[in-house]
């Protein structure tokens, strides 16, 4: 029995986890992007339970990566190496799902809640070079919680040097 194999039904557990964990960062574990008057209060006082687990659950980025690269090292296992297209696809495919995300949220910032950052560039950029790297997840000046498009990406496209490299862990 190989114990690093993981099964479909146990990698969906795993996301399942990930994106409860997920929840729990966003909910709780940044109380410093709470506006007065509203303000963070622990459900037990004296400790913040909720805030350490939602502190915690930025982990969830990691186990989504983990995955992600098990994923890939699997589809090449067995002498069944995916070539460049198959890497390309899967980058192609990552950006046509945020890209919708990113217009909504460049439209939406632009006419609404465009501002000059403290570096003096435009929180949502006009310029069209700026815009295209911001599109590509090669710069991430609109929102930093997208940081992890950049990190997803670079795994997608390394896995096509990084798949084949052999590993006998017996």
Not at 2 to 31: C, E, Q, Y
Not at 72 to 90: E, L, N, Q
Not at 141 to 161: D, H, I, N, P, R
């Amino acid at each position: 029995m190989n114990l690093l194999a993981v099964s479909r039904a146990t990698s969906d557990r795993l996301k399942g986890i990930a994106i409860l964990l997920m929840l729990a960062h966003h909910l709780f574990g940044l109380p410093s992007l709470i506006e007065p008057p509203a303000a963070y209060t622990p459900l037990i006082p004296g400790l913040p339970l909720e805030y350490w687990i939602g502190r915690f659950g930025k982990i969830c980025v990691a186990i989504f990566l983990l995955l992600s690269g098990y994923g890939f090292a699997a589809s090449a296992a067995g002498g069944a190496v995916p070539g460049w297209r198959y890497y390309a696809g899967k980058a192609w495919r990552f950006l046509l799902a945020y890209w919708p995300y990113f217009l909504l949220a460049w439209g939406i910032g632009v006419t609404l809640f465009q501002e000059r950052m403290a570096n003096g560039n435009l929180r949502f950029p006009v310029e069209p070079l700026d815009w295209l790297l911001n599109a590509l997840t090669l710069k991430n000046a609109m929102a930093f919680e997208w940081w992890f498009a950049e990190t997803y990406l670079l795994l997608v496209l390394l896995s096509l040097f990084i798949a084949p490299v052999p590993l006998d862990l017996s």
